[in-house]
Nanobody
């Protein structure tokens, strides 16, 4: 089993930055693909970015150039650096893990991931 715990969310003004963290524990050696998703009230959960164990990344068009996903394999921590935040970035942010090593064009499907954290809220005001 794998446990994921997100942190770092908060309330900020538009244009500010936040860094989210996701601490992994348990059988972390089985996790090869990690992603960030977000879900706003009344909307479907959407993929924000993904990274695999060897550092291959992909991200949603809506966050390219503003958000950066990274990982520290030594501490089993996933990060999401969010710059130039906008009100439309307001959502609950979740980290997710999968056993697959490959970043495919299906990376943003929630069904591709086995493990999920409880989420951390990000609120951006204008």
């Amino acid at each position: 089993q794998v446990q994921l715990v997100e942190s770092g969310g908060g309330a900020v003004q538009a244009g500010e930055s936040l860094t989210l963290s996701c601490a992994m524990s348990g059988n972390t050696g089985s996790i090869n693909l990690m992603a960030w998703f977000r879900q706003a009230p009344g909307k479907e959960r959407e993929g924000v970015g993904v990274i695999n164990r060897v550092g291959i990344r992909a991200s949603a068009d809506s966050v390219k150039g503003r958000f950066t996903i990274s990982q520290d394999n030594a501490t089993n921590t996933l990060y999401l650096r969010m710059n130039t935040l906008k009100p439309e970035d307001t959502a609950m942010y979740y980290c997710a893990g999968a056993h697959s090593l490959y970043v495919t064009n299906l990376w943003d499907r929630p069904s591709a991931y086995t493990y999920w954290g409880q989420g951390t809220q990000v609120t951006v005001s204008s």
